[in-house]
């Protein structure tokens, strides 16, 4: 079938704000309170340490949770198998496409750059990642990986006595990498809470693929139509 002709722009268009709308601002006066040094991230009571694998994206390794000066293993390594997408479409061109979409989509990579305000708040550090291209020569690229902490505004944990709560707020230190393939853009998280424990999450978004197919109908479907396109019946 026909596919539309009409032009695409993902630019962004100019809005105007909507009614009740007011400014948001995300600050630390004093500064990211993570730090990282010789390739070892330490916040709170976490060390880890992380690389960006061309293939899989983020990798964590030597995950250690900081207990009364000595620091207790958590994770080795941590990374998120292959996606796995059955097509399902018997037309030439798709039928015998690979169900693991890296495997496509490998040369240079999978990670996309962040983009400052969108991927990552403002105050966001970024880190670039080194991979080969198909000839084998190493390219940089930059801001394939961001690193920020937020305050997701519950607690960690509370309780309620004699009258006042107890508690203390959650904090998470976040590193984020998102990766393209195709049409599709997965944001994948790494969250790490204060209280010790680990989170993954992974967010879909990008532009929906559509393919314009003939209409396959069954036969008394068919046939109700004509008759009220006739005028003798009732559809």
């Keep these: ?17 909507r009614v009740g709308t007011t400014p948001l601002e995300m600050r630390q006066p004093l500064g990211p309170s993570f730090q990282v040094a010789n390739g070892e991230v330490t916040w709170q009571n976490w060390h880890f340490r992380f690389r960006l694998d061309p293939r899989v994206g ?6 250690g949770f900081e207990d009364n000066g000595h620091v207790r293993s958590v994770l080795y390594q941590g990374s998120l198998s292959e996606l796995f997408v059955p097509y399902m479409d018997p037309a030439e061109g798709w039928a015998t496409r690979v169900f693991l979409d890296a495997g496509e989509f490998f040369p240079m990579g999978v990670l996309s750059a962040l983009r400052e305000g ?3 708040p403002a105050d966001a550090s970024y880190f670039d990642a080194l991979y080969s291209d ?6 940089l690229q930059s ?8 305050a997701p505004g519950q607690p960690t944990w509370r ?10 707020p959650s904090r998470l230190l976040v590193l984020r990498t998102t990766l393209v393939i195709g049409n599709y853009d997965y944001l994948i998280d790494w969250r790490f ?19 314009p197919v003939k209409e396959k109908a069954p036969a ?3 046939q109700a139509r004509r008759r009220t396109q006739r005028g003798d019946g009732q559809g």
């Design 193 to 211: 809470g204060r209280d010790g424990s680990i989170q993954v999450a992974v967010g879909a978004t990008g532009i929906i693929e559509v393919k």
């Design 220 to 222: 008394k479907l068919l």
């Design 118 to 120: 969108i991927d990552c």
């Design 1 to 17: 079938m026909p596919v539309p002709t009409g032009s695409t722009n993902f630019e962004e268009a100019p809005e105007k704000a």
């Design 58 to 63: 983020p990798v964590i390794n030597l995950a």
């Design 134 to 139: 198909e000839q084998g020569i190493p390219v």
């Design 159 to 168: 309780h309620f006595e004699k009258n006042e709560v107890w508690g203390r």
């Design 143 to 150: 801001k394939r990986a961001c690193l920020y902490k937020i």
